[in-house]
C-alpha cells in the first residue's frame, strides 16, 4: 500500500499526471480477469492512450511513458522478447521489442494471499488521483468492480478529510439549484440529484469550502468533470470544442450553455475563486472553448 500510495500522481504547481496510477489500474484488472500473465505493451498500448485520453490531463501524452517508469517503483517489470528489460519510453523500441510488462512478483503474491488487498489498491489509487464521479467510468474501463473497501485510518487521511458540512453548505448556498441548468428537483422533502462539486479536486489542494464549490446536477457534475464544461475567470459557462452533439436534446442541455453566466451563490456568500477556476481549465477543461 505505501509503495502504491508512492507513486499516485506527480504534481507540480497543481499539474495533473496520472499516467501511473492508470497503468496500475488497468494491470489490477487484468490481474483479476486473467491472473498474473504478463501484458505485451502492442496489446495494452491501445486501452491505456484510451485512458489517458479520457482520464488524463487535457495535454499530449503516451502509454510509452508509465510503461516503462512504473518500473522504478518497484511494482511493476518489463523484459523484452530477448531476455532484455525495458528499452524505455519510446514506443518504437517497446513495439519493436515486444516488450512485456507484469507486476512486481511480490506485489503479485501480496495479492493472491490477501483477497481484500486489490479492492483496497484500487480504492486507494482512485481517491488520491481522480474525482468521484469518475471512478465507476475508470473501473468499467479497466474491468474492475467498484467494491467498497475500507482503507487503513492513515491511508484515508493522506487524502485529506471529507468534510459532512461541504455539501449541504453548497446546495443551500445556491438554493439547491445547479448552476449551469436550473436543475432543482425533490423528492417527499429531499434534494435529488444535485451535487456539491469540487471545482479544484480535493486530491489536488482542492478546499473543502464555499469558494472551491458549486452546486451541479449530477449531468453537469459529471461533465464538468470530464472537462466537458467548465468555467471562464468571469464565472461565465465553456463548452469544449471537442464535445459534438446531435440530438436536439444534448444541444439544448449543452451547447447552448456557452456563454451562460452560471448561477451565483446567495447574496454576501462567497462565489467559486478564480484560482481553483484557473486550475480546472488547465488541469480539466478538454481544449479550447466554444464560441458562445
Known sequence: MERVLGVRRYTRNGERAPHKPLLLLYALGRFRNQGPEAIEFSAAEQDLNRLLKEFGPP????????FHHLTTDRLWE???????????????????????????????????EDSALLPQLVRALLDANFAPSLHA????????DLEDAELPSHVSDEFGPRDPAFRPEVLLAYEYCCAFCGY????????????AAHVRWRTFGGPNELGN?????????????????????????????????????????????????????????????RD??????KQVFRGAPRAA
Open 59 to 66: 495535454r499530449e501524452t503516451s502509454a510509452g511513458y508509465p
Open 78 to 112: 518489463v523484459t523484452t522478447a530477448d531476455g532484455g528489460g525495458s528499452p524505455g519510453p519510446n514506443v518504437g523500441p517497446l513495439r519493436a521489442l515486444h516488450a512485456r510488462g507484469r507486476l512486481h512478483p511480490n506485489l503479485a503474491t501480496a495479492l493472491t
Open 137 to 144: 467510468d475508470i473501473c468499467q474501463m479497466v474491468g474492475l
Open 184 to 195: 432543482d428537483g425533490w423528492l417527499d422533502g429531499v434534494a435529488v440529484g444535485l451535487d
Open 213 to 273: 464549490g458549486i452546486c451541479l446536477c449530477a449531468l453537469h457534475h459529471r461533465l464538468f468533470d470530464r472537462g466537458v464544461v467548465g468555467l471562464a475567470a468571469d464565472r461565465t459557462i465553456t463548452v469544449s470544442r471537442k464535445y459534438i452533439s446531435r440530438a436536439a436534446t444534448s444541444r439544448g442541455m449543452v451547447l447552448d450553455l456557452a456563454g451562460r453566466s452560471a448561477r451565483k451563490p446567495q447574496p454576501g456568500l462567497a462565489p467559486v475563486e
Open 276 to 281: 481553483h477556476i484557473a486550475w480546472h481549465t
